[in-house]
């Protein structure tokens, strides 16, 4: 079954202690991307990655720190959280299309992951 | 970056009633697409829409591309239980690969 995998589902840290989460996708997109869910602000992009070893700053990216380097996987770190990062955080993936204007917008999207940062 | 402005934010419905909800860009954009968020789960693409002028129906939902490419609109007939999400609208900009979300519409359907 085609689809993207988010771990973990729930999460509840204290502030300061480093975290990860985990996204996989078993579809060969080479675009994947982090968005976090705040009620009244819809999803706001936090990083991107248009294909392996190339990742780029969304709109929120201070905080996080983002890794590709396979094609399926790009977690999302946490260097030090802080209560403000509490949020719902989606992984989602696409293919690339023909390059240009339509990357990345037939979005498949995780199941998500809730953090909650004491 | 881009600003997109959805209404409204929350809806409350009878089943059987129509649905309709909008979302303006202070820009252009070359894409407009419409996903749905169930309850617990990643939001899913319902429509996109790549022209000014187009609509396109999926079931009983229809979306539009407004003429001046600032706008869109969903509709949803004869609104069921399983309507229930939020629906969000996403625009692409012409030159760029990369997607702004509205702010989401929160719709509730009473049985």
């Known amino acids: 079954e085609a689809q993207v995998t988010q771990n973990p589902r729930y999460l509840i840290t204290v502030t300061g202690k480093k975290l990860t989460v985990t996204c996989s996708q078993n579809?060969?997109?080479?675009?994947m991307s982090w968005y976090r869910q705040d009620p009244g602000l819809g999803l706001r992009q936090i990083y991107y990655?248009?294909?392996?070893?190339?990742?780029d700053k969304g709109d929120v990216p201070e905080g996080y720190k983002v890794s590709r380097k396979e094609k399926r996987n790009f977690p999302l770190i946490l260097e030090s959280p802080s209560p403000n990062q509490t949020s719902l955080y989606f992984c989602?993936?696409?293919?690339?299309?023909?390059?240009?204007?339509?990357?990345?917008?037939?979005?498949?999207f995780g199941s998500g992951t809730q953090l909650s940062v004491l | 970056g881009q600003q997109l402005n959805q209404s409204p934010q929350s809806m409350f419905i009878q089943e059987g009633e129509d649905v309709s909800m909008n979302c303006t860009s202070s820009?252009?954009?070359?894409?407009w697409l419409w996903y749905k968020q169930d309850p617990g789960e990643g939001p899913v693409l319902l429509i996109a829409?790549?022209?000014?002028?187009e609509l396109t129906s999926n079931g009983r939902l229809t979306a539009q591309f407004g003429i001046t490419r600032k706008d869109s609109f969903l509709n949803i007939s004869a609104s069921i239980p399983s309507d229930v999400g939020i629906y969000f609208c996403?625009?692409?900009?012409?030159?760029?690969?990369?997607?702004?979300f509205g702010e989401g519409t929160q719709l509730t359907v009473n049985p």
């Open positions: 989602a993936s696409s293919f690339a299309g023909t390059g240009g204007p339509y990357a990345g917008e037939k979005l498949f």
């Open positions: 996403a625009g692409q900009e012409t030159s760029g690969s990369r997607l702004t």
């Open positions: 829409l790549y022209k000014a002028g």
């Open positions: 990655s248009m294909n392996v070893e190339v990742t």
């Open positions: 579809m060969n997109h080479e675009y």
């Open positions: 820009s252009i954009f070359n894409t």
